[in-house]
């Protein structure tokens, strides 16, 4: 599975904006997908996930009721839709395919993903 993520740019807090992740391969509708963010200085942070058919999602307490996450297996595309942006969500986001279907708490970690792609730099001004 290849991945590439697009959508960053830059926006003032409190706005919006869609980040999606492309897939090629035969087997992205039958993995999870996650997004992960590194901020400058920092380590890297799960940010969300969902199953294979888009039926469960998980999300980090700091993204909650925020951003939402999706996806369209037709179109080998997740996305996250990303709203009420806070300068403390600058960071590059990467998008991630796991092997399995399903989620788990190893996916959060990044370790339970298999496949990643190239970020896109989210910039936040206050």
């Known amino acids: 599975v290849q991945l590439q993520a697009s959508g960053g740019g830059l926006v003032q807090a409190g706005g919006s904006l869609r980040l999606s992740c492309a897939a090629s391969g035969r087997t992205f509708s039958s993995s999870a997908m996650g997004w992960f963010r590194q901020a400058p200085g920092k380590e890297r942070e799960f940010v969300s996930a969902i199953s294979w058919n888009g039926g469960y999602t998980d999300y980090a307490d700091s993204v909650k009721g925020r951003f939402t996450i999706s996806r369209d297996n037709t179109k080998n595309t997740v996305y996250l839709q990303m709203n009420s942006l806070k300068p403390e969500d600058t960071a590059v986001y990467s998008c991630?395919?796991?092997?399995?279907?399903?989620?788990?708490?190893?996916?959060?970690?990044?370790?339970?993903?298999?496949?990643w792609g190239k970020g896109t730099l989210v910039t936040v001004s206050s």
């Open positions: 991630a395919a796991a092997r399995r279907s399903s989620l788990s708490q190893t996916l959060r970690s990044g370790y339970g993903m298999d496949y």
